[in-house]
């Protein structure tokens, strides 16, 4: 066990809709990265924010949006959904700014149909 | 375009022997590495890392080698054991630019057989 909590742990929705995953890090980590798994590619980052504000941008699609609140958890939105979206959502969380180890949560499996 | 690429999906390795995964990059501004270790059902463990000051990582069963004029780094499990199954990720940053930004390669699914 992480520590790092993410829920829900498996979402089924519909094209075109939106959904929120949230995560809560590790008790003291600062930092929240947000990664896709899809079938067919390894593990993508997509954002990372430290103490509230965001630090990294990736390949994230604009219909993504995140943010990280004053207790640290994160919230990944992603809207007008597509097919393609189907994927697993890793959060993951470290204690400062830069840390080579990364704790990464049990992941979300959103599917899309 | 990928950066990071594990172009073995698969290893198979006898309880005991040797398993050595291996990893390519493209970006020679990456300067420093990570495995990582996923479990099915589980979010990825980090298990060792790398500076592309130094060549070679040891740490108990686990070492990592670094040739960065080949842009190709291995991760050697000895002896391998069964618990080791999992799919092995290789990752890369760079530092000075992207900190904490990782760039994984697609993954290497390991079974020892006992």
């Known amino acids: 066990d992480s520590g790092v909590t993410q829920t829900p742990k498996h979402l089924i929705t519909a094209t075109g809709q939106r959904v929120t995953l949230r995560c809560s890090p590790r008790?003291?980590?600062?930092?929240v990265y947000w990664y896709q798994q899809s079938l067919d590619q390894g593990l993508q980052f997509l954002i990372h924010?430290?103490?509230?504000?965001?630090?990294a941008k990736g390949n994230i699609l604009e219909r993504f949006s995140a943010q990280q609140f004053p207790d640290l958890h994160s919230e990944l939105n992603l809207s007008s959904l597509e097919l393609g979206d189907s994927a697993l959502y890793f959060c993951?969380?470290?204690?400062?700014?830069?840390?080579?180890?990364?704790?990464f949560g049990p992941g979300t499996r959103l599917t899309v149909l | 375009d990928q950066q990071v690429k594990q172009n073995s999906p698969s290893l198979s390795v006898q309880e005991g022997r040797i398993s050595i995964l291996n990893c390519d990059y493209t970006?020679?501004?990456?300067?420093?590495f990570l495995w990582y270790k996923k479990y099915p059902a589980e979010g990825p463990t980090f298990l060792i890392s790398i500076s592309s000051i130094k060549d070679k990582n040891e740490d108990g069963r686990f070492t990592v080698f670094l040739n960065k004029s080949a842009k190709h780094l291995s991760l050697h499990i000895v002896p391998s054991q069964p618990g080791d199954s999992a799919v092995y990720f290789c990752a890369a940053t760079d530092l000075n630019n992207a900190g904490n930004m990782l760039t994984f390669g697609g993954g290497t699914r390991l079974m020892v057989k006992p």
């Open positions: 970006n020679s501004m990456f300067d420093y």
């Open positions: 008790s003291g980590d600062l930092s």
């Open positions: 993951a969380s470290s204690p400062g700014l830069w840390s080579d180890e990364q704790f």
């Open positions: 924010y430290y103490n509230g504000e965001e630090r």
